[in-house]
Nanobody, 115 residues
Framework: QVQLVESGGGLVQPGGSLRLSCTASRTVFSSVPMAWYRQAPGNQRTLVARIRSGRYPDYADSTRGRFTISRDNAKSTIYLQMNKLEPDDTAIYYC?????????WGQGTQVTVSS
């Protein structure tokens, strides 16, 4: 079992920035992909960004160029730097870890972009 704990959400104005963090409760090998997803009210949960060693990160088309995913393997932590935030980025953001075909999820952190 792995617990994932997210932090860093909040309310921000359009054009602003936020940085999300997600820490796993145990050591995660760098080869194991970790990702951020988001879910807006009435919508499905969708991929925002994914990171794994030896590959370029994957980004959703709507976030590429504005969001950056990074990873600190020593801390079993991933980050999501979100710049130029837009109202459509408003959602609950979830951290994801997939190990041997099993998905683990954090509790989610709310991001609200509004003036």
């Amino acid at each position: 079992q792995v617990q994932l704990v997210e932090s860093g959400g909040g309310l921000v104005q359009p054009g602003g920035s936020l940085r999300l963090s997600c820490t796993a409760s145990r050591t995660v090998f760098s080869s194991v992909p970790m990702a951020w997803y988001r879910q807006a009210p009435g919508n499905q949960r969708t991929l925002v960004a994914r990171i794994r060693s030896g590959r370029y990160p994957d980004y959703a088309d709507s976030t590429r160029g504005r969001f950056t995913i990074s990873r600190d393997n020593a801390k079993s932590t991933i980050y999501l730097q979100m710049n130029k935030l837009e109202p459509d980025d408003t959602a609950i953001y979830y951290c994801n870890l997939r190990v041997e075909g099993v998905d683990y999820w954090g509790q989610g952190t709310q991001v609200t972009v509004s003036s």
